[in-house]
């Protein structure tokens, strides 16, 4: 029995001070990571706490039916801004979504190239723009050349904001599809473009769905590019040529006024659009969700 | 190498492929050395052989998949029919030459129904009751039809593992290829699915050339009429199966089949 025993180390043969000092670091630094995350939940529920708060009071039938009361005059609604925000996403749909996906669809499926690299750097660029620059771009493209502000600009504005996320939650979407369902298409005798079209995007589906409703909870509350696009307009515009009002325009504008009554109302409009991008927001969430 | 063994079969048999000095590559790699052999028409044929030795590439060039994979490329002849498949467009190819993979596919965002129309549908089959015909035809060719007839509608991927293989099968049934391509179609699978494949194979061969990749011996042996026997890339023995498994023609055959290697 020459072989020699191993015993295995008793807890009393640790090295304590070591291992006292691992714990410690180990819960400093679960600590910092739990209270950095929890930093950023209630900075969440602060904002919506203090709207509710703010605006809930304010928010009645008349702020959803009315139109804004002139200067001095208490009471009146939004009605106006609140159709102009939906009619300004629909717009921006149209600009942005058919470029944004049919853009990534080409980087998903045709830009393993320098152009696709390009294409993902330039979207990339572009989603970095602030706001403001783009809404000088559209106004120097759309508003000038009409010699006015409208409706169409501030789409327009907003539309161009969406691409660079359209483009590049498509090619993440369409990604996920494994190369294995394209070449079962393939493999039955069908073209490229029947593969991608009724194949591979409607697998993808749900994502893409999820992916432009998030795009548009994102620019739903863009302000800035929509200061000297689509303006602002204290009546109901007409068509798409005129200036039309916005949300986060009008909560701009009554929150730097001088008057108590308009402080209250912008803080219902606060209130109205972030429920606006959290309904957006969680109708995306609820769709990936149930992704097969 | 051993030319002699390389072609046993019956002359009056009619070829359905030919393959003259095929190789193929990925890159610079070359997965398959110099095939040369010619399969029968309405016969099963088995590909064995360890892992990377080449049977997939070699099946995958038959109806050029192969080349969908990046940088991947090939050279030499390969007849289906008499027809050079490099000179037809590779669409039209596909519809004569259908496969199946080693992982079943079905595709996720379609119905039982719907995947096996799949092919018809996007090919412009537009009659539904034609369709319906087809659809129904092809499951039951491929032994899937009394189990899902009453659940058509159900998505493709809610079915067991080896009745999403049999879906596939239909699937590449529905467009009536006159050669079936089976890439490993059991490695998923359990016993008893596979047993049920194996069963489909023997019949669907009246009507079918099929080609069949496998990692197991045995069914090999089951099923099919030829067998080639592959290694690193290179065609060692093709013959007879019955012969083959009772008396390889060559020693690196006989290693295989008896276990020593592989």
Redesign the interface.
Same mark, same amino acid.
């Given at each position: 029995m020459s072989a020699q025993t191993l015993a295995a180390p008793s807890y009393y043969e640790i090295d304590l001070p070591h291992y006292r000092k691992r714990q410690a670091v180990n819960w400093a630094a679960f600590l910092l990571t739990g209270v950095c995350a929890a930093l950023t939940i209630s900075i969440l529920f602060f904002i919506l706490g203090y709207l509710v708060y703010h605006g809930f009071s304010s928010l009645n039938w008349d702020f959803f039916t009315k139109l804004p009361k002139p200067v001095g005059e208490l009471g009146g609604g939004m009605a106006n801004a609140i159709v102009g925000t939906f009619k300004l996403l629909g717009l921006a749909t149209l600009v942005g979504v058919p470029v944004g996906f049919l853009g990534g669809v080409y980087l998903s499926e045709y830009g393993?190239n320098k152009i696709g690299f390009m294409v993902r750097y330039a979207a990339d660029i572009l989603n970095g723009v602030p706001s403001i620059v783009m809404g000088i771009f559209a106004y120097t493209v759309v508003v000038l050349p009409m010699g006015h502000f409208s409706a169409l600009a501030g789409g327009f504005a907003l539309g161009v904001m969406m691409i660079p996320i359209a483009v590049r939650s498509t090619e993440e979407f369409l990604r996920v599809v494994?190369h294995?369902?394209r070449? =079962?298409? &393939? =493999?039955?005798?069908? #073209?490229e473009w029947?593969v991608i079209s &009724?194949?591979v995007i #409607?697998?993808a589906?749900k994502g893409l769905i999820t992916g432009i409703l998030l795009d548009l909870a994102r620019v739903a509350g863009e302000t800035a590019p929509l200061l000297f696009t689509a303006f602002g307009n204290r009546f109901w515009a007409n068509g798409w040529m005129e200036p039309i009002a916005s949300l986060p325009v009008m909560i701009y504008t009554y929150a730097i006024a001088p008057y108590d009554d308009w402080h209250r109302q912008s803080w219902a409009a606060a209130l109205v659009l972030m429920m606006l991008v959290f309904i957006t927001s969680l109708t995306a969430r609820i769709l990936l969700r149930e992704r097969? | 190498m051993e030319t002699a063994a390389i072609m046993e079969t019956p002359k009056t048999d009619k070829i359905a492929v030919e393959v003259k000095d095929l190789n193929a590559y990925f890159g610079s790699l070359r997965a398959v050395k110099d095939f040369s052999l010619n399969m029968l028409e309405k016969k099963v044929t088995a590909l064995i052989g360890p892992s990377g030795c080449g049977k997939s590439t070699f099946i995958r060039c038959l109806n050029r998949m192969h080349e969908v994979t990046p940088k991947a490329w090939s050279e030499g002849q390969v007849l289906i029919h008499g027809e050079d498949v490099m000179k037809k467009d590779p669409v039209l190819l596909r519809r004569n030459v259908g496969m199946v993979f080693q992982k079943p596919q079905p595709f996720p965002s379609m119905s039982i129904f719907d995947n096996v129309a799949a092919g018809l549908r996007l090919n412009g089959l537009r009659n539904k009751s034609v369709l319906a015909e087809e659809v129904e035809k092809s499951l039951r060719d491929s032994a899937l039809w009394d189990e899902v007839k009453d659940h058509l509608n159900k998505p493709g991927t809610s079915l067991s593992g080896g009745q999403q293989q049999r879906l596939c099968i239909a699937r590449a049934l529905a467009i009536r290829p006159s050669v079936l391509l089976l890439d490993e179609p059991c490695s998923a699978l359990d016993p008893i699915s596979t047993a049920k494949i194996e069963e489909l194979i023997l019949e669907l061969k009246s009507n079918y050339t099929i080609i069949i990749v496998t990692h197991n011996m045995q069914q090999a042996a089951r099923v099919s009429d030829f067998t080639a026997f592959l290694l690193l890339g290179e065609m060692i023995e093709y013959g007879v199966t019955s012969k083959m498994f009772t008396n390889p023609g060559n020693k690196k055959t006989e290693d295989y089949i008896t276990g020593r290697f592989g």
């Open positions: 393993h494994p294995s369902v070449e =079962a298409g &393939f =493999a039955l005798g069908l #073209p029947k &009724f194949i #409607p697998t589906a097969r | -």
